[in-house]
């Protein structure tokens, strides 16, 4: 079977082959075996250092934006309800994934049950493709915001912003669970050993003794027809947007204008660049080791929960005054 890896957020890992060895007859696993950084077995416990603090800075920069917004009424719009689903997202997506990493890299706990290498999976994949969609929620609030300021309250109304957020959620389930069904639906007479520190779907597909094409074209879809129109998606709106700062009678509103999508920007160059970036890696670096790319994939799966609340905390000036008040009134 071939595939491309592309967007590693929604799953489509690097390619590895096993060697010959590590192949064993059976049907139907009851577990896998997660390898964790394969090669680097010796160096797993420094490994888990930056992974932790990453996975730390992450929840709790996380939980530091939901408990801002909910305790400050003047965040109480929709440009920070979305916000706090970003940031739900990222708890989720880091949460499925590094925990068990942990376990591996501290413990050799390497045994995973086959229904939870489902479940991980699941998860990891509907609150990555979550998190696709609000963006281009969050999108759609800076262009009405911009674009017709004095509507911006009555098109962009909490019944509707929730609306928004239910809609995503039920698109990242509908579209996440192929993932699994494909995946239970295979027999594996192959070998059990994952050289991932996680289910990644790719990985388990190989696995399998089957035709899996058709789980290579489900990636294809999702990656062309579903992220792809969320760039799109976000393209124009920020086409428009940029026409109608242009239109602004003077450059200090111009720039204080783009100044309120700077941190949405921000967020969005963190999900989707270095997705491109490590696609580049993969087409014209040749002879790069497997322990390389396994390393670079799984930062870049912690990449956006550890910098989304940095970004918004740094850049949103709401947000960074609500949490100065916050500690200087726990100190005093």
Not at 100 to 119: G, V, Y
Not at 222 to 240: E, K, N, R, W
């Amino acid at each position: 079977m071939l595939e491309t890896p592309f967007c590693f957020r929604v799953g489509h890992l690097l390619p590895y082959s096993m060697s010959g060895s590590n192949t064993t007859d059976f049907t139907n696993p009851s577990t896998f075996i997660l390898l964790g950084v394969p090669g680097l077995e010796a160096a797993h416990v420094w490994i888990s250092i930056p992974f932790c603090t990453m996975y730390i800075t992450a929840i709790l920069g996380n939980f530091t934006i939901l408990f801002t917004v909910k305790t400050e009424p003047s965040l109480h719009v929709p440009m920070y309800y979305f916000l706090c689903m970003l940031a739900i997202t990222d708890l989720v997506v880091s949460t499925s994934i590094v925990p068990k990493m942990l376990a591996i890299f501290w413990f050799n706990s390497r045994e995973i049950n086959f229904s939870a290498c489902l479940t991980q999976m699941y998860f990891f994949h509907c609150f990555s493709l979550m998190e696709s969609g609000i963006f281009v929620a969050m999108a759609v609030d800076r262009y009405v915001a911009i674009c017709d300021p004095m509507r911006h309250s009555t098109i962009l109304t909490n019944p509707l912003v929730a609306k928004i957020g239910l809609a995503m959620m039920l698109r990242g389930g509908m579209l996440a669970l192929p993932y699994s069904l494909l995946v239970m639906q295979w027999p594996y007479c192959r070998t059990n050993i994952i050289p991932q520190p996680y289910c990644a779907h790719i990985a388990v597909v190989k696995l399998a003794c089957a035709d899996t094409r058709v789980s290579s074209y489900y990636g294809l879809f999702v990656l062309f027809c579903v992220l792809g129109l969320d760039v799109i998606f976000i393209a124009l709106s920020y086409t428009q947007i940029l026409r109608a700062i242009f239109r602004l009678p003077t450059k200090d509103a111009r720039i204080k204008t783009f100044g309120t999508c700077i941190s949405h920007l921000c967020a969005i160059l963190a999900f989707y660049i270095p997705s491109l970036f490590f696609s580049l890696i993969y087409r014209f670096v040749q002879n790069v080791p497997l322990h390389f790319h396994v390393l670079i994939a799984n930062v870049y799966l912690l990449m956006p929960s550890v910098l989304n609340p940095i970004i918004y905390g740094v850049r949103t000036k709401k947000i960074r005054d609500r949490m100065l008040r916050l500690f200087t009134h726990k100190r005093t």
